[in-house]
């Protein structure tokens, strides 16, 4: 690990590396010394928190049948979470079941990207995010079903099949919506404009990534830009919408370094489980 | 010849056909492709189980019933061992237990296609369970739990449910 290695200070030093894509070294965010257990955080983490977000539209989503679908695909991404994190509770060693990964840990100690955290915004923006992340997800774990450790391997081939569902369904809806009235074609253009420099985090790779994929368990996610790029030009070309600039680039989620929406969200979420921790039913 | 292991797990397997998916409760675990294996060894008895969909809710229902059953049954200290792989697939739901789909009203899920990338509405159409019409349109592709779609009868009028295949 290079963490070490480099002087990050803190202060405005600290925010200069940052930008620079290097890791933090706030005690706080509890960086650990397993690539593996990071790796496990980042790809469990990812679906917690995306899955959560889904779930915020039971009930208010404009049609019955959208309100199911996003309410299955939200218990589709917490399965996996769930499977994700209880393995790298065990990975990590130290007795943290998935329940004390997901509820007792705050919003620098999450490794998801910043793209799923983002607030829900209109059904476009929800749809939108859905699809840029599924055409992503479809590639990770199409590798991960390959991955040298066996629960990952079989996690990984299961969530394959779901995930490839859920493409299915976001693919779909981006037409509807591209290629539907103006309106729904202004509303998924604006979503897609404002949500594509989130993308960019989800391909680069540190040296977490690096040295998971070197033990056979994890994703270069590198070398998944070019695959992305080509599936998801092709729906958008489709719904025809137009393929935004690449400029502006957030980054940090996967060293806990969070937009402000994610802190809101883990209140409302771990808010239960910490008013009653242990609490069981 | 068979030995007392074998005819130990035969036994307990048989007594898990009481063990029906509580969403479904026309099909046993065994059924549905959930119940995987038994392992007896000397008195100690695991249960092998695979979830359907990783979020499926029912889950835990199905482990809590297969240890109860076992335990009324006089084995007490059963445990149940999760695999994901294989990943489960509809295509392990044998023809018979289709048929009884069927008949409870849920439209059996065909062979799962090779491009699964294919929305639901563009496959070949559903026959209604109700009334056998194949004049049927995709209303969702998720419905009430995990495993199914929700369709319309343009026949019958009547909308049903398909156990999704998967």
């Known amino acids: 690990m290079t963490a070490g290695k480099r002087k990050t200070g803190d202060g405005n030093g600290a925010s200069a590396d940052w930008v620079a894509g290097a890791r933090p070294s706030t005690a706080t965010s509890g960086i650990s010394d397993n690539p593996f257990f990071e790796h496990l955080l980042r790809l469990g983490d990812d679906r917690l928190v995306l899955g959560h977000r889904l779930s915020e539209w039971c009930g208010h989503a404009p049609i019955l049948e959208e309100d199911i679908a996003l309410a299955n695909i939200a218990l589709d991404l917490i399965g996996q979470a769930s499977l994700l994190l209880k393995l790298a509770g065990e990975v990590e060693g130290k007795g943290r079941s998935e329940d004390a990964l997901a509820y007792f840990r705050d919003a620098i100690e999450f490794r998801n990207a910043q793209l799923v955290e983002l607030p829900n915004g209109d059904f476009a923006m929800t749809i939108v995010r859905q699809f840029l992340f599924d055409a992503w997800d479809v590639l990770m774990l199409e590798r991960l079903a390959a991955a040298t450790n066996k629960t990952l391997a079989g996690i990984a081939a299961k969530a394959l099949k779901e995930a490839r569902y859920h493409l299915r369904h976001s693919a779909e809806w981006m037409r509807m919506l591209g290629d539907g009235t103006p309106e729904s074609h202004r509303r998924a253009q604006r979503a897609l404009d404002d949500l594509w420099p989130y993308t960019a985090e989800l391909f680069i790779t540190d040296d977490v990534d690096r040295q998971a994929a070197a033990a056979g368990s994890g994703v270069d996610v590198e070398t998944l830009r070019d695959s992305w790029r080509e599936s998801v030009t092709r729906v958008i070309v489709e719904a025809t919408l137009a393929i935004p600039k690449d400029g502006f680039a957030p980054r940090g989620g996967r060293t806990g370094r969070h937009t402000e929406h994610l802190g809101r969200m883990l209140a409302d979420m771990q808010s239960l489980a910490r008013a009653h921790p242990g609490a069981s039913w | ?166």
């Open chain 2, 1 to 166: 010849m068979v030995s007392v292991v074998d005819s130990r797990r035969e036994e307990i397997l048989r007594w898990l056909e009481d063990v029906k998916d509580p969403e479904v409760p026309v099909l046993s675990i065994r059924e549905l492709g959930v119940l995987r294996d038994v392992e007896v060894s000397g008195d100690e008895v695991v249960v092998v189980m695979t979830p359907t969909y990783s979020g499926c809710p029912a889950m835990h229902a199905m482990e809590a019933e297969v240890v109860q059953t076992l335990a009324r049954r006089g084995v007490p200290n059963a445990r149940v061992r999760t695999v994901y792989a294989p990943a489960w697939t509809t295509d392990w739901i044998s023809d018979d237990a289709k048929a009884k789909l069927e008949a409870y009203g849920i439209a059996p899920p065909g062979r799962v296609e090779a491009d699964d990338l294919v929305p639901l509405r563009r496959r070949s159409p559903v026959k209604c369970p109700y009334c056998q019409s194949v004049n049927t349109i995709v209303r969702s592709e998720f419905g009430s739990t995990a495993c199914k779609a929700i369709l319309f009868c343009n026949s019958c009028r009547q909308p049903f449910e398909l156990f999704k295949p998967f």
